[in-house]
């Protein structure tokens, strides 16, 4: 089945600078590719999302990277405020109803004023 | 409603108890997911609905978990005989679609059997 490495675990950066995201996947079926904010004691939400046929992807501050080649995807933040800071989930799966979402283990941003 | 909705938000079992766990997903939403999200940990997999179907169970750890959608909309998570390692955010989602894409997460259940 699939599996999703995410690194780091932990991420501090100075308020204003950039935080890049990175995850690995193993199943080469994957197309489908969302990260999720997860703010302290609240539901995850989805920030941006990705699909195989694209190899990257911006939304405003927030941009996603994908190299299937080499089986990886980065988020990238730019500008970074004391508002991003929580713990970011990237995720694999196969476009549709096949197989299952895998996610990562999460990575704390801390954003420091 | 405007949103996933799940309930209750907290529940304390004592070990050996059965619990429900309660998720009302987004109106005219097809798919419905359940998740375990351990502390610090990212969420996974446990079960996949469309509509009423339960069309994926393979994450279900053992057969004390039990989830149903009987009118393919609320769905029921029941946990029999709780065990101390069911301790848990356990997380429900739903999506407009039949697949995976731009799910909607509710707050989840902290569920801490003692």
């Known amino acids: 089945g699939e599996n999703v490495e995410q690194h780091p675990s932990t991420l501090s950066v100075q308020e204003g600078d950039s935080a890049v995201i990175k995850c690995t996947y193993s199943d080469s079926a994957s197309n489908y590719f969302p990260w999720y904010k997860q703010e302290l004691g609240k539901r995850p939400q989805l920030i941006i999302d990705?699909?195989?046929?694209?190899g990257e992807k911006k939304d405003q501050r927030i941009a996603v990277t994908l190299n299937k080649t080499a089986k990886h995807f980065s988020l990238h933040i730019t500008e970074t405020q004391p508002e991003d800071s929580a713990v970011y989930f990237c995720?694999?799966?196969?476009?549709?109803?096949?197989?299952?979402?895998?996610f990562g283990k999460g990575t704390k941003l801390s954003v420091k004023p | 409603g405007a949103g996933v909705s799940q309930s209750p938000r907290y529940k304390v079992a004592k070990r050996g108890q059965d619990v429900a766990l309660r998720c009302d997903p987004i109106?005219?939403?097809?798919?419905l997911f359940w998740y375990q999200q351990a502390l610090g940990q990212g969420p996974e997999f446990l079960t996949y609905f469309q509509n009423e179907a339960q069309l994926d169970k393979s994450g279900l750890p053992s057969d004390r978990f039990f989830a149903e959608r009987p009118e393919g909309s609320v769905s029921t998570l029941k946990i029999q005989r709780t065990q101390q390692e069911d301790s848990a955010v356990y997380l429900c989602a739903s999506s407009l679609g039949t697949g995976w894409e731009k799910l909607f997460f509710g707050s989840g259940t902290q569920l801490s059997v003692l």
């Open positions: 109106s005219g939403h097809v798919s």
């Open positions: 995720a694999a799966s196969v476009w549709g109803s096949q197989g299952n979402l895998i």
């Open positions: 990705i699909r195989s046929n694209v």
